[in-house]
């Protein structure tokens, strides 16, 4: 059985998409955990297609893009129940399934021991002058390829495939922070709060980042839906998604997820400037990057805060453990470079068909 065609497509090849069909069957059982215990033999063989996957994912050389989409896929689908999306109370039933979670630990386990093995961090010498040192770094970096790429050459329908991509977390943006803000308060609490505060407009849903992006989306002729866009989105934004989730959802992993933070905050700026000037390039108006002028705006205040009032006072408190955020930074800036090169190699592929995807756009 090979689940693993050559061609690098978004979309999942055949074996891969029954798998992906059999999952959601049982994703959406009315009671799963009984289902699997009257039925173990159709799990079993669901686990041992599984074990073929992580095998094509994590250790073969070339690492099947079709095994890491149907992982990202599967992952995302048990985390978003995490949410909630103000749909059908019947979504959440199987929320606290048993088989779900050990199925998340399964693919997370797996996942995230080959995700150590992507990047190097250096956790030795001053902490203190090692985290300015990253924040001066990424706050007005050099162009990169892909970013030039976006700011300099894609065309209107290429942008519009990148507003589509980024509505998967545009959408329901700052989410996982706020499962981090509970506990005993102080000021690390204190000023976490205050920026999930801003990102969520203060209170006000006009105000919301996540209302320009909608607007954003909308004044481009796209659906402003969440999730609407799902099925382009490539295995390594959703990899990016994925692991916010991954660290939120363990207190173990605090300081890792808070260097994560650190930097999104301190990158955004700069990433979200060949974004906007993009959109000014392709004349899309004001409304049609609102979103990139609200964070670019925000975010150089948001990435100080970070640094300043989080960041070096956990790195204090946690002397012993304090690199965490070093290697949580280090790591989100992998991820995060790989997502956005991922999304500029998807425009450059000789696959991509502009009047293909723009018919597939819901273009108002």
Not at 111 to 140: A, I
Request: aromatic fraction near 14%; glycine fraction near 6%.
């Amino acid at each position: 059985m090979n689940f693993c065609s050559q061609k690098n497509s978004i979309i999942l090849d055949f074996p891969y998409y029954d798998l992906e069909k059999e999952f959601l069957d049982l994703l959406n059982s009315d009671c799963l955990d009984l289902f699997i215990a009257q039925n173990p033999k159709k799990v079993d063989k669901f686990n041992s297609a599984l074990e073929l996957c992580f095998y094509n994912a994590f250790e073969n050389d070339d690492g099947c893009p079709h095994a890491h989409l149907f992982l990202q896929r599967l992952l995302y689908r048990i985390n978003r129940l995490k949410l909630f999306w103000y749909d059908g109370l019947k979504n959440y039933s199987n929320e606290d399934s048993s088989f779900l979670f050990s199925l998340r630990l399964k693919v997370e386990n797996a996942w995230q021991s080959w995700e150590k093995n992507n990047f190097t961090y250096k956790n030795s010498g001053d902490l203190f002058k090692t985290l300015h040192g990253r924040v001066k770094e990424d706050l007005q970096p050099d162009p990169s390829s892909d970013g030039l790429i976006i700011r300099n050459k894609i065309s209107k329908t290429e942008y519009l495939y990148l507003l589509a991509v980024t509505s998967i977390d545009g959408l329901v943006e700052a989410s996982q922070l706020s499962r981090m803000l509970g506990g005993v308060g102080n000021e690390v609490q204190t000023m976490l709060t205050r920026i999930l505060w801003e990102e969520y407009g203060s209170g006000k849903l006009s105000r919301k980042h996540s209302t320009h992006f909608a607007i954003m989306l909308e004044e481009c002729g796209l659906d402003p839906t969440p999730e609407a866009y799902f099925e382009i989105v490539p295995w390594e934004v959703l990899a990016n998604f994925n692991h916010s989730f991954f660290l939120s959802e363990r207190k173990k992993n605090f300081l890792r997820y808070i260097g994560g933070l650190l930097y999104t905050e301190v990158s955004v700026p700069a990433a979200f400037q060949n974004f906007k000037l993009a959109g000014e390039r392709l004349e899309l108006g004001i409304k049609g990057i609102s979103y990139w002028n609200v964070h670019i705006a925000e975010d150089v205040r948001h990435g100080q805060w970070m640094l300043n009032d989080v960041a070096l006072l956990l790195a204090e408190k946690y002397s012993d453990e304090g690199w965490d955020i070093v290697q949580g930074y280090d790591q989100q800036k992998f991820i995060s470079t790989r997502s956005t090169s991922a999304i500029v190699g998807s425009i450059l592929s000789d696959d991509f068909d502009e009047q293909k995807f723009s018919s597939g756009l819901h273009l108002s």
